[in-house]
């Protein structure tokens, strides 16, 4: 009879799971056959005659209707006064970068005369391709200018012999300056392979990677040196500018990188330019590895960091690329490998660090602009926290798109009741008592968000908690999983949602510390519409982040306890942010991801006044709050770049 009974379980348990995969690839292969529907239909508009004959008509259309957007969201003629003064403030905030932040004659002389404890010599390694003659001028020049002198230059040549006035000029510069080491190779053994035969007739303490067609700041080892001296640093890497026509004060873009972030830099390379590093992490293992020619530095960045003990980001913009054509800054697909080998240098970074069955894509900012998607290990439960008062269409809508669209079931829903008066609530929470999943918790106290969850996670049965609004709607059918991939990592903490008004402008894509009037926390890419890809790209990758709001927040229970839980003296505001701040000082990374998407329909449960009462109270939580973090909002953010105002979310430029 047991075995009977075990049997039926059995067959119970299967028949459960094979109806969910049913289920589940029938909603996949629905939702592809309506991509196919609208990519047919898209294409035969676009090879329209008529369709193609109009598109200048259509272009002048559009930029007219950007401009009404425009005046539309300055809002008055204030707010159109507003917008060109910020146009002004941009365009002042340019001379402190290109030849206008080279060193007047003082400062260089300062820099050449100053001796600190390392006078650490530094190997710039350059692989010679067929170079054109000015960039190499240009390139060499570069290096000659810098201000600190113990350095040396190595260069590798594998120019073919129509290119010999590479050999040329190189050895014309060498004989001027014998910090410069030139080698002619037998053959050109590609990128890799002509950089490791530059690492061979390195003799310095540090190793610098520099491609034959850039530009070096004047300053940019200068401060290296000082980093090496002030933090120990052994890899260290700066800011980057792209420039067209030979002129480095034509920026195409100005890269201002955030602090070393695993995360960003698994999805995307955003180390790049200027790496230099000691030599001691390089015991054991080549410089650049042939198998992943043409994403070689995203290899041995991913590999060197791991070993670095402290990585440094000088936030100054020390290096220029340049945008010609043939090169990867102008076109990726000038070299098409470069893709597979970035996405196999990503996957190997991975497997070392014991992850599998993951898989790597391209997102639609760019085809080295990666989406990772980790296994899911075992299926835990999670418990949905969301705190409740009055507001029955805000709840049931967010309740219902729960789940109705939700392709994770092993979930529970924990509504927070909190004084409500109304009989549409009560009525609406006798009908959720019949499901099963759903508890209805009753809170007696004054609104207190931190203290309502906090009482909430004491009753939570899940090995997850996901602390909700009531004012979201969910979009993504598999936001759950794309939270959980993360928040089941042991060294990550809170996992934050992409989060939209109702009209599909964002309201939440990462909290930054110190930005906004109050110079406590404001989220960036604010208002920003749902297509934008973002500050390089950055709306299409999962990334680190030092917080993100509590209105869609995944972590695991027992991180939620290890820190105390929500801090009850924030009663409204910053508890999220607090919250976060304590997982990051215990040692947690923090994570935004873009592909678990919601409507935030913000402030509506509870109120947007920030007037009164409300203006009072926020103003007393933003001073603790300011006291409580001092030393990290002093230190600045360190996933948000100190080039960037910090009186806007939109990573505008500081004056």
Not at 392 to 412: G, H, M, P, Q
Request: with cysteine; charged share 25%; aromatic share 10%.
């Amino acid at each position: 009879m047991e075995a009977q009974n075990e049997q039926k379980d059995y067959r119970d348990a299967y028949e459960k799971e094979h109806y969910k995969a049913v289920y589940l690839a029938g909603r996949v292969a629905s939702l592809e056959d309506q991509v196919d529907d609208l990519t047919f239909r898209l294409n035969r508009i676009k090879n329209n005659p008529l369709w193609k004959a109009t598109g200048p008509a259509r272009r002048g259309i559009h930029f007219l209707i950007r401009q009404k957007d425009r005046l539309k969201n300055c809002g008055s003629i204030k707010g159109v006064v507003d917008k060109l003064r910020y146009k002004s403030r941009e365009r002042k905030a340019m001379v402190h970068y290109g030849t206008a932040s080279f060193p007047k004659e003082q400062e260089r002389q300062e820099q050449e005369a100053a001796v600190f404890d390392r006078m650490v010599k530094i190997s710039i390694l350059v692989p010679l391709y067929n170079t054109p003659r000015d960039y190499l001028k240009e390139m060499l020049d570069s290096v000659r200018w810098q201000t600190y002198g113990n350095w040396e230059l190595c260069l590798a040549d594998g120019s073919d012999d129509a290119h010999s006035d590479v050999e040329a000029t190189c050895r014309a510069y060498a004989q001027n300056d014998p910090r410069i080491r030139y080698r002619r190779l037998e053959k050109n053994e590609g990128i890799s392979g002509n950089t490791n035969a530059c690492c061979q007739m390195a003799t310095g303490e540090y190793i610098g990677l520099f491609d034959h067609d850039d530009i070096l700041h004047p300053c940019a080892l200068y401060e290296y040196v000082k980093a090496i001296n002030e933090k120990d640093a052994d890899y260290l890497y700066c800011d980057e500018a792209t420039f067209k026509n030979g002129d480095i004060n034509q920026m195409i873009t100005m890269h201002f990188k955030p602090d070393y972030a695993i995360d960003n830099l698994r999805a995307n390379n955003y180390i790049c330019h200027f790496s230099v590093f000691s030599r001691t992490l390089l015991e054991g293992t080549l410089l650049f590895r042939p198998q992943f020619d043409g994403s070689q530095d995203h290899d041995m960045i991913l590999r060197l960091t791991d070993r670095a003990q402290r990585i440094v980001h000088v936030p100054k913009l020390l290096y220029y690329w340049r945008s010609h054509a043939g090169s990867v800054a102008a076109d990726i697909n000038a070299k098409p490998y470069a893709i597979e080998s970035a996405r196999g240098a990503v996957a190997d970074h991975l497997r070392q660090h014991g992850f599998s069955h993951f898989t790597i894509t391209s997102t639609r900012a760019f085809e080295t602009i990666f989406k990772i998607t980790y296994e899911i290990l075992q299926e835990p439960l999670i418990s949905i926290v969301i705190p409740n008062r009055d507001h029955v269409e805000d709840l049931r809508r967010c309740i219902r798109s729960i789940i109705e669209k939700s392709t994770w079931e092993n979930y529970e829903i924990l509504v927070v009741e909190n004084n409500s008066v109304t009989k549409e609530i009560a009525s609406y929470y006798e009908e959720l008592a019949d499901n099963p999943r759903i508890r209805i918790l009753r809170w007696e106290g004054d609104f207190n968000y931190s203290a309502v969850n906090n009482f909430a996670v004491q009753q939570a049965r899940g090995q997850y908690l996901l602390l909700l609004n009531n004012d979201t709607q969910v979009i993504t059918v598999n936001w759950m999983e794309e939270l959980l991939m993360y928040a089941q990592r042991p060294d990550v903490g809170a996992v934050g949602a992409k989060l939209y008004y109702a009209d599909k402008t964002i309201q939440h894509a990462g909290v930054v510390i110190g930005l906004g009037a109050h110079r406590t926390a404001g989220h960036v890419h604010y208002l920003q519409k749902r297509e934008n890809l973002g500050y390089m790209g950055r709306l299409c990758y999962a990334q680190n982040m030092s917080a993100v709001t509590g209105a869609c927040l995944m972590v695991k229970k027992s991180a939620y306890e290890q820190v105390g839980g929500l801090d009850e003296s924030f009663a409204v505001s910053l508890n999220d942010v607090d919250f976060c701040l304590k997982l990051r000082e215990a040692g947690y990374l923090n994570v935004f991801t873009p592909f678990a998407e919601l409507y935030h329909y913000e402030s509506v449960s509870r109120g947007a006044d920030d007037t009164g009462e409300n203006a009072l109270r926020y103003n007393d939580e933003a001073a603790r709050f300011r006291e409580k973090w001092k030393a990290q909002l002093e230190a600045g953010d360190p996933y948000f770049n100190p080039n960037f105002s910090l009186d806007k979310p939109d990573f505008s430029l500081r004056v």
